[in-house]
């Protein structure tokens, strides 16, 4: 079946660091990739999304390639903030109907 | 556009009993899907509607049932509740919920259930 393998952590940085979190799925067929973040206390808002291949996609500073050749959709961002803080999601659809996500990474940002 | 709406926001039921959720999802999506989020399983799909047909289960017991009216609106129901069924259930919309171009799943609140 469709999963998504996602760096775990917890995830601890500086203000201003590079964040990068690992995701790698498999799939039958071509998926449309995600990233979802969630807050304490509330629920998941996408962060970014692609739907083909060497798509980019990017928001608020965060940007993730769509890579077939390795089934990878990698998230980064250049300098993070305290605001970041967060637990973040890959995920991906099929022709299923549904999201199949990865365990979550949580990061925390330090002053 | 208002977003994705549930309630109740939080929840607190005994052992056997029953439960009955309910999502809004965005104006004009038809597509509404329920996740069970819990700490040990993380995010599970349980089950998808689109124009009141269910189009696709998780793998999860009968006692886990949801519908769709005509208006879109969801209800999940969980009946003879047991403790392991607490847990954040969230509802997400979309417009036909095939994720291609164009298609995002947008998620609510989530209701938050404590079986005791």
């Known amino acids: 079946g469709n999963s998504v393998t996602q760096m775990e952590g917890p995830v601890t940085l500086s203000e201003e660091a590079f964040l990068t979190i690992n995701c790698t799925y498999t799939a039958t067929g071509y998926p449309s990739l995600f990233w979802y973040v969630q807050y304490p206390g509330e629920g998941l808002q996408l962060l970014l999304k692609?739907?083909?291949?060497?798509d980019k996609g990017s928001n608020k500073g965060f940007e993730a390639t769509y890579r077939k050749e390795t089934t990878s959709f990698h998230l980064e961002k250049g300098s993070v903030q305290v605001s970041d803080s967060a637990v973040y999601f890959c995920?991906?659809?099929?022709?299923?109907?549904?999201?199949?996500f990865g365990a979550g990474t949580t990061v925390t940002v330090r002053a | 556009k208002a977003g994705v709406t549930q309630t109740p926001r939080y929840l607190i039921k005994t052992r056997g009993q029953q439960v009955t959720l309910s999502c809004s999802p965005i104006s004009g999506h038809r597509s509404v899907s329920w996740y069970q989020q819990t700490p040990g399983q993380g995010l599970q799909f349980l089950f998808e509607?689109?124009?009141?047909?269910?189009?696709n289960k998780g793998n999860f017991p009968g006692r886990f049932s949801g519908r769709q009216f005509s208006n879109s609106r969801s209800e999940m129901n969980v009946s003879t509740l047991e403790l392991g069924d607490s847990a954040l259930y969230l509802c997400a919309s979309s417009l036909e919920g095939t994720g291609g171009p164009g298609e995002t799943q947008y998620f609510g609140p989530g209701t938050r259930l404590l079986v005791l």
């Open positions: 509607y689109f124009s009141e047909t269910q189009r």
């Open positions: 692609a739907t083909k291949a060497d």
């Open positions: 995920a991906l659809v099929l022709n299923d109907y549904k999201l199949s």
